[in-house]
């Protein structure tokens, strides 16, 4: 069974960092690209970044390209992102997952993908 835990999120004001963490078990963790995802109130759930399983090739949308910095830790089983610079417009429930990068970042099985955790809150003030 694959158990998630995220942390690291909390409020903030814009400008401001945060960096969240994402440890999972139960999962062969270095088997896998990993991403984090982030879903804010009455929007769909989207992918912020990723990470090839080896760490060496990352993956960023759009809007966050040069704030966050996505790594991970295959010994500890842990995911990061670092999130520099934020904006009022980051706010959102996030979470990680196993992914695919590339094209697009998803979850692995797309919709069909049932391992998420409870998520990190992150709230960003204006």
């Known amino acids: 069974q694959v158990q998630v835990v995220e942390s690291g999120g909390g409020l903030v004001q814009a400008g401001g960092s945060l960096k969240l963490s994402c440890t999972i078990s139960?999962?062969?963790?270095?088997?896998?690209?990993m991403g984090w995802f982030r879903q804010a109130p009455g929007k769909q759930r989207e992918g912020v970044s990723c990470?090839?399983?080896?760490?060496?090739?990352?993956y960023y949308t759009d809007s966050v390209k040069g704030r966050f910095t996505i790594a991970r830790d295959n010994a500890k089983n842990t995911l990061y992102l670092q999130m520099n610079s934020l904006k009022p417009e980051d706010t959102a429930m996030y979470y990680c997952a196993a992914s695919r990068c590339i094209p697009t970042i998803q979850a692995l099985g797309g919709d069909a993908y049932r391992d998420w955790g409870q998520g990190t809150q992150v709230t960003v003030s204006s």
């Open positions: 139960g999962l062969t963790f270095d088997s896998y690209p």
């Open positions: 990470i090839s399983w080896d760490g060496d090739n990352t």
